[in-house]
């Protein structure tokens, strides 16, 4: 596609209940990162996949949260039993493979807002 | 841990100011700093910098990196209110990762 896209823009859920987050990457973009972003604060890092493998997930805050990316293309990040510290914005990202050898630049989706009751 | 400090916090100026944003950062494997802006959605690109004391320059914008100090400004001269948004710091590492500041909210006002 043309951009990241994530779905759905907006989620409500109750305390407790199992949430799914979709990242639609930028096609053929090797790397992908997924970030917690709290109001007014920056983008926390969760985890990261080079295709299908997940290379870093020292950012998950809990057992609670799993992400996968079985193909290599679409991800998914879950967060089970939500709780209320858990709202947020939920942004994912993607880097080509040249940009991300060369340090360079995230192509963000515009974010999952989270709001747990 | 990888750690990323941006001040001033928030910054309040008029059209025509020239602003500064500070940087300071303390990672491991250091590989490149970036600078996003970020407005009600999605943050966007606009500097990256490997090397210190080269200058990225784009219109009102320029960035320049201190490696010696660890340290990056960005500068924004004769602001507008479509700069108004959160400027968003981020180090990568060799491994590939991103660590961010908590960002400068800049407003201005007509």
């Known amino acids: 596609g043309a951009g990241v896209s994530q779905s759905p823009r907006y989620k409500v859920a109750k305390r407790g209940q199992d949430v799914a987050l979709r990242c639609d990457p930028i096609s053929g973009h090797v790397s992908l990162f997924w970030y917690q972003q709290a109001l007014g604060q920056g983008p926390e890092f969760l985890t990261y996949f080079q295709n299908e493998a997940q290379l870093d997930k020292s950012g998950l805050p809990s057992d609670r949260f799993f992400a996968e990316r079985p193909e290599g293309s679409v991800s998914t990040l879950k967060i089970q039993r939500t709780q209320q510290e858990d709202s947020a914005v939920y942004l994912c990202a993607s880097s080509s493979r040249d940009s991300g050898r060369a340090g360079g630049e995230l192509f963000f989706g515009e974010g999952s807002r989270l709001t747990v009751l | 841990e990888d750690k990323v400090v941006q001040s001033p916090l928030s910054l309040v100026v008029h059209e025509g100011d020239t602003v500064t944003l500070n940087c300071s950062y303390e990672v491991t494997n250091f590989r490149s700093l970036l600078w996003y802006k970020q407005e009600k959605k999605a943050p966007t690109f606009l500097f990256m910098l490997t090397s210190s004391g080269i200058e990225k320059k784009s219109g009102r914008l320029s960035s320049i990196l201190d490696k010696k100090e660890l340290f990056s400004i960005l500068n924004i001269t004769a602001t507008q209110t479509g700069d108004s948004a959160i400027y968003l710091c981020?180090?990568?590492?060799?491994?590939?990762?991103?660590?961010f500041g908590d960002g400068t909210t800049l407003t201005v006002k007509p």
């Open positions: 981020a180090v990568v590492t060799n491994a590939g990762k991103s660590t």
